[in-house]
């Protein structure tokens, strides 16, 4: 089969030092800290053959995120950007959905509660937990101790099969009456299920009627917008330099869009919201230590107390905080990481079949062969938000 691979030479830099899940010259938490000179390509590889407990898909869409991106991109000394979890080789891409051509004896659909059969349309979470150790047994599989990602540290869904565990699918079938592409719309529920975890799960959700701000236009940030405004958010701001960006959110139902490099965030915000300030923000842009004084700044001038404040978007760099200013306002900050349990992936789906239509993210589709290419213009492009990979 072919597939899009993506190696990198193991130099870590001077100040890493080998963590105690770390492999040394393969594993690693810290990417951006040991991969250097990345290399993308296409390859010719063996389907895989499964487990018991696995099933093998066949892959119909794979959506290209910022962490593939981040992971074929460097500095100028030639590092990776992405800061997480990663082993190379791998074959990137984790954002899919595509039908089941075969099943091991073990693998239970949780729609029917019976093994799954050839046919059935899926979607899978990135996230692979053990459901075994400490964090995956109080609830928190998100932050398991065992953790292997698709696409980052074990092989993903640039390829036309994919072999998962059965545990991480949900099925797709509930689309089937509303989208005619049920697969388009299914390679989006994973990025959508990031941003729910991190506005409804993390951020503790919202009241319909209460404010809610956005900082960054990606495919996160614009998820998050249709989530808060599904869910009632009375005016939702979203910060965004970029104009096609920018447009797309308002596409996405937001109320306001700031310019933070021509505007003031801080007197917008206070001038949309008429000075009652918003129940939550996301940090979705990475960049938190130029964005953070902004929230800070806005929490202080306006009026609302309780604000919750969530971190979603990865970044190495350290973010600057006025414990003043949060215990003033009884407002937190808190982290979001993954996807995986609290019924996210199942109640992304019957939103989505509701009519939470997250399609509009998709401004390109592209082929398989045109995968390599398409990340490196990703790098330096703004036009485009979601590149959606078609695989028949």
């Known amino acids: 089969m072919e597939a899009i691979e993506l190696s990198a030479k193991w130099e870590p830099k001077p100040s890493f030092k080998l963590g105690s899940k770390d492999i040394e010259g393969k594993l690693t ?11 993308v390509r296409k390859i010719e590889k063996v389907v895989p053959e499964i487990k018991p407990n696995e ?36 074959i ?17 659909n949780k729609r029917t509660n019976q093994p799954f059969e050839g046919g059935e349309p899926v979607t899978v979470e990135e996230m692979v937990w053990c459901g075994e150790c400490r964090p995956c047994c109080d609830g928190f599989p998100n932050h398991c101790e065992r953790l292997q990602e698709i696409g980052f540290s074990i092989d993903g869904a640039y390829a036309e099969y994919i072999a998962v565990p059965a545990k991480l699918c949900w099925s797709l079938n509930k689309l089937k009456n509303r989208y005619d592409d049920i697969f388009k719309i299914g390679s989006l529920v994973e990025p959508t299920s990031v941003a729910y ?40 701001i979203v910060s965004e330099p970029e104009e096609s960006r920018a447009n797309l959110a308002k596409k996405m139902g937001a109320d306001y869009v700031i310019n933070p490099q021509k505007e003031s965030f801080v007197e917008e915000v206070k001038e949309y919201t ?21 929230i800070q700044n806005a929490i202080w001038e306006c009026k609302a107390v309780n604000s919750t404040v969530v971190i979603v978007a990865r970044a190495e760099q350290r973010m600057p905080v006025c414990g003043e200013y949060f215990q003033v306002r ?63």
């Open 29 to 39: 938490y810290l990417g951006s800290q040991v991969w250097r000179y990345p290399n």
């Open 55 to 90: 099933v093998l898909i066949k892959v119909k869409r794979v959506g290209i995120c910022g962490s593939d991106v981040h992971m074929a991109q460097t500095d100028k000394e030639g590092y990776i950007y992405y800061p997480g979890l990663t082993a190379f080789p791998v």
């Open 92 to 108: 990137l891409g984790h954002e899919f959905a595509g039908e089941i051509v075969k099943a091991g004896i073990r693998a239970i």
């Open 197 to 236: 975890n991190a506005v409804i799960e993390r951020g503790g959700g919202i009241r319909p009627g209460e404010n809610v701000v956005i900082l960054g236009g990606g495919p996160i940030g614009l998820a998050a917008t249709k989530i808060l405004k599904t869910a009632g958010a009375a005016i939702c």
């Open 274 to 294: 008429d000075n009652e300030g918003a129940k939550l923000y996301l940090e979705a842009t990475g960049l938190p230590h130029i964005v953070t004084d902004d």
């Open 330 to 392: 009884r407002a937190r900050i808190v982290g979001a990481q993954g996807h995986s349990g609290h019924g996210t992936f199942p109640n992304v789906i019957s939103a989505m079949s509701a009519g939470m239509d997250m399609t509009p993210m998709i401004t390109k589709e592209i082929s398989l062969e045109e995968a390599p290419e398409n990340l490196k213009i990703l790098q330096t492009d703004k036009e485009n938000c979601k590149i959606s990979i078609k695989i028949s």
